[in-house]
């Protein structure tokens, strides 16, 4: 006895479905059933996922989908490519027209479809058509004597599903709580209508044959349909983009021909060097038929004059000259396979970063040149993370949200859903919470959340551009912002062979823009961004070797100033590429699990003599002193130790870093020491180089990305050396970075530049800086509103400066809360004096009530009423008007309203730490950030920075530590630290032992 499950759900049904592809399909297996029809609700969200996990199960995969609408229902199969593209464009259809009709659409597009349902309305109306391919659907605990009275009056075949989202009784627990989440109600009050059955779930054919012992061909009809749907499906296939109508061949011509003129422009003259590894690049193009890829990017790339073309194919010589990236793949020595091989089978993408605030209008242009109808945006498949699985199922049991926000603050950001439990049970943060029996109940759901599809949000910068129609591959929606959104995310989006171009914002790139174009603005200087040599400045390369790099992209991290002070406290490099490999070999060996690497790669740069674990690697890790730093590295080391292909390497790679999950470590490690042995290598020394591998799983950087991100790091540097101020605010205005304003304006204040308040004729919208003065800009003012701003910015463009506060209301009409805002963010300190603030408070609201009533004159046409003239602000409560409109101090650093206390401790300073190396201290800090981890052990500790007004400075918590005092880590206010300084090449961080706050006076 068997039958096929024709009608499954899984945990990509949004909110409905409960079980992930590999455990539906491993208990069909165990279930004797051999074909197995996905059909989410309303999408093929996870198809390509389930046609790998039921090949890897001996299952043949039926690709379905349940389409749900107000009142009716159905479940499609294709049949073959031409019913799969007919549910494709349905499925479009019916997520992006509002008189989306299921009859409707089925009628006009049903050929290659096998439709069953109960719904008596679409089916009466099919049959009127052709009652080929139509089933009604009969399922236990779904009225079935209904369906099966409906098969009989229409005359069409019943088929038999279980409607299957559950494998077991805990599933419908699960079921029900993500039926409450969607529908934004308590669990009580979930009707039977909102919820499956208890009896909707996965059955063995001896346990489905009971229920119809008076309809046994309902179940040899599964085996019917399943033997005429497709099983074969083959996503492999590439699909690439079509440019400008040309045929294959023509494309290749443009590219070549591009690519040599790119070629002249950089090099000048094609020598023996660039024209092989031209032609080798351009062969393996053309014999994959890329060039309509190349071009198709290369044309977006054009639209702006800065961008980064990043990750790995920055290692192609042909995008170098196209000028779709800019580090120099042959003098850097950037491995090409990295990006395309001969055995490559996925297509490769290209990652091109544009300003943030370009990227729309990239994107804008992409949909004009190709139209909705050939392009589309990648999803991402928005899951439970560990505090929205927490804060949604607490919320759906009752919890208020005081409550829930109370357990949900302490819990780490990065935690997963799967993790919440273990998350919270070995936290020091929850060591003073007693969580009740309720909430204990709340946890184990949460922890149950894990991998759920939520809902589809917009991929960063994922495009997808096809020959023809995209509709015909993949069921799209729109997005939020209009823009249509193909059903899977990028992973799924490259194993369909869909070609995907990341267009991605970038803050950094817009901060440079900013910055040059003030400079030019300001002193006549243009600096060319194609051109521009920053390294060849010695006093650039002096501040990327001491670590002072706050706001400079991609190395201004704690972690990363903290490794370019280690790398270079023996003095900077004095040559400009030396320190450019240096900075690319920083940003990649930055990752979690390489401590100890970073330790020896350190010591190893500062002269400790190293030697390579095996003679046949010193090709592959003699710049990077015999330590594996990059991620091509891993393929380049199983090429070079244990002989394998370059595909096979690049398939390793693909597996450390968890892009190809399906395939086992295991299997890999075998072949490794297999081929390592037939060179005649030990296993210690195997061993000791698989580790190595190891430690790049999850994450890490391949060169190309790394030196394409350091040419902007470095361009970043150059302009906080020389033009300070013009950077810092271009930082600070593009609302970027890694750290708050308030840290980057306590670092102008060390860098010697002023700090000056908005001004209502000086600020504009953003930041200003110039010399050795940095203006905050009316953006930072909270709560402003956006029409005051236009108003404020409009009139003072069209009538000059204004006089004084009358003759600013008299020319603006603002909100009173507005002008308010203004006047606390001090804007009009510079007209009236600070002096005069509660006067002009007390004139605003005066204004604002005789608008009110609808006297025609201004107020101050009315000299006779008699408004208070209150004293003028003391410097506290000036001070706290600061915090409320900007959020933060402005006018001094918040220590030095704590000097006396701070002057009675006598802390030692940030600036002097390195001195005070192995001795027990006390400091004092503000908070600037930090990053929680789990020490080897697994036990929470955290990295923290904090600065006083001298410097910034690093502080440890080891779990000790951080158990104590954990729970006085969210608090803005200043901090006493005592600890001892520990030093390691050259550089001090405190390791903390006991931590206090310092009283208001």
């Not at 455990?23 to 074909?35: F, V």
């Not at 010695?538 to 790398?567: D, H, N, V, W």
């Amino acid at each position: 006895m068997n039958y096929a499950a024709l009608h499954v759900h899984s945990a990509s049904s949004p909110q409905w479905g409960v079980r992930s592809l590999p455990d539906i399909c491993a208990a069909a297996r165990s279930l004797g059933i051999r074909s197995l029809a996905l059909t989410d609700r309303n999408g093929l969200y996870g198809v390509p996922n389930f046609i790998e996990a039921a090949r890897s199960c001996g299952l043949e995969p039926i690709i379905g989908a349940e389409v749900y609408t107000a009142g009716h229902r159905a479940v499609l199969l294709a049949e073959d490519e031409t019913g799969y593209a007919h549910l494709c464009r349905l499925l479009s259809d019916l997520h992006c027209r509002d008189d989306f009709d299921l009859a409707h659409s089925l009628s006009h597009a049903r050929r290659g479809l096998t439709v069953i349902s109960d719904d008596a309305q679409v089916l009466r109306l099919l049959c009127r058509q052709n009652r080929a391919g139509l089933y009604v659907e009969l399922s236990p605990g779904h009225q079935m004597h209904r369906a099966l009275a409906l098969a009989r009056e229409l005359r069409l075949p019943p088929v038999a599903t279980t409607r299957a989202l559950l494998l077991d009784d805990e599933d419908y627990e699960t079921h029900r709580v993500l039926r409450a989440i969607a529908l934004n109600t308590r669990l009580s009050r979930l009707t039977p209508a909102d919820v499956a059955g208890e009896g909707d779930r996965l059955m063995s054919a001896a346990q489905l044959a009971q229920f119809f012992p008076h309809c046994p061909q309902a179940l040899d009809n599964t085996l019917e349909i399943a033997a005429r749907c497709r099983t074969d499906w083959d996503f492999s296939t590439t699909i690439f983009p079509a440019f400008n109508g040309l045929s294959d061949d023509e494309a290749f011509a443009v590219l070549e021909a591009r690519a040599r003129a790119g070629a002249r422009r950089r090099y000048g003259d094609i020598d023996a060097r660039v024209e092989e590894r031209l032609r080798r690049e351009l062969d393996l193009i053309f014999a994959k038929g890329f060039a309509h890829y190349f071009l198709v990017v290369e044309e977006l790339a054009r639209q702006s004059p800065r961008t980064c073309g990043r990750g790995s194919a920055a290692a192609s010589l042909v995008a170098y000259t196209l000028g779709i990236t800019h580090v120099d793949p042959l003098a850097y020595n950037l491995f090409f396979e990295r990006f395309l091989n001969e055995g490559r089978l996925d297509p490769p993408d290209i990652d091109i970063d544009f300003p943030w605030d370009e990227r729309d209008a990239i994107l804008d242009f992409a949909f004009r040149r190709y139209g909705a109808r050939r392009a589309a945006m990648v999803a991402n498949q928005i899951s439970f993370k560990g505090r929205s699985s927490l804060r949604e199922v607490a919320k759906v049991f009752g919890f208020e949200e005081a409550e829930i926000k109370s357990v949900t603050s302490r819990l780490s950001g990065y935690c997963r859903a799967g993790d919440v439990a273990a998350a919270i049970s070995g936290d020091p943060l929850f060591q003073d919470r007693s969580l009740s029996e309720d909430w204990q109940q709340v946890l184990r759901i949460a922890s149950r959340l894990e991998g759920q599809l939520r809902y589809l949000g917009l991929h960063c910068g994922g495009l997808v551009v096809v020959p023809d129609e995209i509709r015909r591959y993949v069921p799209v929606e729109v997005s939020a912002r209009g823009l249509p959104l193909i059903q899977w995310e990028k992973d799924q989006a490259e194993a369909a062979g869909l070609v995907k171009i990341d267009i991605l914002g970038n803050r950094s790139l817009a901060v440079i823009r900013d910055a040059l174009q003030a400079i030019k603005e300001q002193t006549g200087r243009e600096i060319d961004y194609a051109s521009w040599q920053p390294l060849e400045d010695a006093c650039t390369r002096r501040l990327l070797c001491r670590g002072e790099t706050m706001g400079c992209f991609y190395i201004e991290s704690p972690a990363t100033r903290q490794l370019l002070k280690r790398m270079f406290e023996q003095g900077p490099a004095e040559d400009g590429a030396f320190l450019f490999e240096h900075l690319v070999m920083a940003s990649s060996i930055i990752r979690p699990a390489a401590n100890n690497f970073i330790r020896e790669f350190i010591a190893c740069m500062r002269g400790k003599s190293w030697r390579f674990l095996h003679p046949l690697l010193d090709t592959v890790l003699e710049e990077t002193y015999g330590i594996a730093i990059y991620q091509e590295q891993i393929t380049q080391i199983a090429m070079a130790l244990a002989g394998f292909t370059a595909f096979e390497g690049d398939q390793l790679r693909k597996i450390i870093s968890k892009k190809h999950k399906a395939q086992t470590l295991k299997d890999y490690r075998e072949k490794f020491f297999a081929g390592g042995r037939k060179k005649e290598i030990d296993d210690k020394t195997l061993q000791a180089v698989w580790e190595q591998i190891l430690s790049f799983g999850g994450y890490s950087f391949c060169k190309p990305h790394s030196a394409s991100y350091a040419l902007v790091s470095c361009k970043s540097a150059y302009l906080k050396t020389h033009y300070p101020a013009q950077f810092m605010a271009a930082v600070i205005s593009n609302r970027g970075g890694f750290y708050s304003p308030l840290a980057y304006l306590s670092e102008a204040r060390r860098m010697g530049l002023t700090i000056l308040p908005p001004d209502i004729n000086q600020s504009k919208d953003h930041y200003l800086g110039w010399d050795r003065a940095l203006r905050i800009g009316f953006m930072q003012i909270q709560g402003l509103s956006h029409k005051a701003l236009k108003a404020v910015l409009v009139e003072r463009e069209k009538g000059g400066n204004f006089r004084d506060f009358q003759d600013f209301l008299q020319r603006v009409r603002l909100d009173c809360v507005d002008v308010q805002r203004l006047i606390k963010a001090g804007c009009f300190d510079g007209l009236e004096g600070r002096s005069r603030r509660p006067v002009l408070l007390w004139q605003c609201l005066a204004d604002s009530r005789q608008n009110a009533v609808g006297q025609t004159g201004l107020l101050f046409d009315a000299p006779a009423l008699d408004l208070p003239r209150p004293p003028a602000y003391d410097d506290r409560k000036v001070l706290a008007q600061e915090v409320e409109t900007l959020g933060m101090l402005v006018s001094c650093h918040p220590l030095r309203l704590y000097r006396r206390q701070i002057e009675r401790l006598k802390p030692v300073p940030a600036r002097s730490l390195e001195k005070w190396a192995g001795r027990y201290i006390t400091m004092i800090g503000w908070w600037v950030t930090g990053k929680r981890v789990r020490d080897k052990n697994g036990r929470p500790m955290e990295f923290v920075s904090f600065e006083d007004t001298t410097a910034i400075f690093d502080a440890t918590f080891f779990p000790a530590a951080y158990g104590r005092f954990c729970r006085k880590l969210s608090r803005l206010r200043p901090y006493v630290l005592k600890g001892r300084v520990e030093e390691e090449f050259g550089v001090a961080t405190l390791r903390v032992e006991w931590v206090d706050f310092l009283e208001d006076e």
